[in-house]
């Protein structure tokens, strides 16, 4: 059974830090997809990434994938309380599996 | 495009009774998934079909069957309602590329 244990479970910090959450797992994927969910709604993809030590930037979000692809972490810059949110990670395992695996997620709270 | 749409949004139920959610999925996509999501367990796969075939199942009880429609559309339905199958249940649809999920509100379903 693959897993994907993200960290921290929760964080609450004040608008305009910065902050790291992070993905991991001993299984390799062939992708991986970062999510936000707001309370009420369904999961909204952000990103997904695909080759191992890949980097994307969307504005102040910076996601990375692990060089192994077991791995993967996403940095928030200047953070706003429009970034709270559940931050979930999932990953595809590929080939005809047709399933993502998601973490638990990173409940964060972006205090004004 | 219209986004994914599943009704109805919120629904009451008491043990043992059964219950039927509807999922439309964003046009042009074929691929349907369906997750449960608990505060303790986290999102859980239930499902995905493409084509109006199962491909994948996840590990739940036999009371959790779902189907698709030529046009795609899915629905899931659950038999014998507990009280653990309170939670909310989203459905996603996808493009196939990498998997990527496209989720829809959700159903809130309650058991009582």
């Known amino acids: 059974t693959q897993l994907l244990e993200q960290s921290p479970q929760f964080l609450s910090i004040q608008e305009g830090e910065n902050l790291t959450v992070y993905c991991n797992s001993s299984s390799v994927f062939s992708s991986l997809q970062w999510y936000r969910q707001e309370p009420g709604e369904g999961p909204v993809l952000l990103v997904t990434v695909v080759t191992g030590g890949e980097v994307k930037k969307l504005k102040r979000l910076t996601f990375q994938f692990g060089d192994a692809r077991k791995d993967s972490s996403l940095h928030i810059t200047a953070a706003q309380p429009g970034d709270t949110g559940l931050y979930l990670c999932a990953g595809d395992s590929g080939g005809s599996n047709y399933k993502l695996t998601f973490g638990k997620g990173t409940l964060l709270t972006v205090n004004p | 495009k219209a986004g994914v749409t599943q009704t109805p949004r919120y629904l009451i139920k008491t043990r043992g009774q059964q219950v039927t959610l509807s999922c439309s999925p964003i046009s042009g996509h074929r691929s349907v998934s369906w997750y449960q999501q608990t505060p303790g367990q986290g999102l859980q796969f239930l499902f995905e079909y493409f084509s109006e075939t199962q491909r994948n199942k996840g590990n739940f009880p036999g009371r959790f069957s779902g189907r698709q429609f030529s046009n795609s559309r899915s629905e899931m339905n659950v038999s014998t309602l507990e009280l653990g199958d309170s939670a909310l249940y989203l459905c996603?649809?996808?493009?196939?590329?990498?998997?990527?999920?496209?989720f829809g509100p959700g159903t809130r379903l309650t058991v009582l």
């Open positions: 996603a649809s996808s493009p196939t590329t990498y998997n990527e999920q496209f």
